[in-house]
């Protein structure tokens, strides 16, 4: 049972996006720009660094939500999987695996991410812009996931809403439109 009054149709973040509009049309800017925005990571790479962190923070709403919105990415439901379960036997680049060990330190404590760590992405390719937005990535995940749970938002059990959602996240982005979720009502 969430903490406020919330729209018991719209659970995890969602509900609490639409609760305050006006604190959330920067997190959706942010989010759009990060996850959607121009990149040299994919944006299925930019939503596996988005549930690796979620899953590392426990947030079963975005954990969730966001291996569903790889998944619809990537065009299949292993990799998602495998990066959260058996990262070095994942299907990514080299260069993927360093930055997803990065993203996974600044989960747990991101005065351990090292200057080693940093050289071995960079050795495997990645560029400074990608080491920036991956920690970006991933301290902005930690946000959102003391958010969801933080208010002990509601967090569907059904894979049918992360589905849904994650076809919206595909299509769509993150940036607001009238209706945004009705899909999601509709389930």
Not at 16 to 21: D, K
Not at 57 to 74: G, K
Not at 77 to 100: G, I, Q, R, W
Request: proline share 5%; glycine share 6%.
């Amino acid at each position: 049972m969430p903490h406020i009054p919330l729209d018991p149709n719209l659970p995890g973040i969602t509900g609490l996006l639409n609760y305050r509009q006006d604190t959330a049309l920067p997190i959706r800017q942010l989010t759009q720009l990060l996850l959607r925005g121009e990149s040299t990571l994919t944006e299925g790479e930019r939503e596996l660094i988005a549930t690796v962190v979620s899953q590392g923070n426990q947030c079963n709403f975005c954990c969730n939500a966001h291996t569903a919105a790889a998944d619809a990415l990537l065009g299949e439901t292993s990799t998602a999987e495998m990066v959260k379960n058996d990262p070095d036997n994942a299907p990514v680049s080299e260069k993927m695996k360093h930055l997803l060990q990065i993203a996974r330190n600044v989960q747990a404590d991101a005065r351990t991410v090292s200057m080693e760590m940093v050289a071995k992405a960079r050795e495997e390719g990645a560029t400074d812009l990608e080491i920036h937005d991956t920690v970006l990535i991933a301290a902005l995940f930690c946000l959102y996931n003391k958010y969801v749970d933080g208010l002990a938002s509601v967090t569907p059990t059904e894979p049918a809403f992360y589905t849904r959602l994650a076809g919206i996240l595909k299509n769509s982005g993150y940036l607001p439109w009238e209706n945004r979720y009705a899909a999601l009502k509709e389930g």
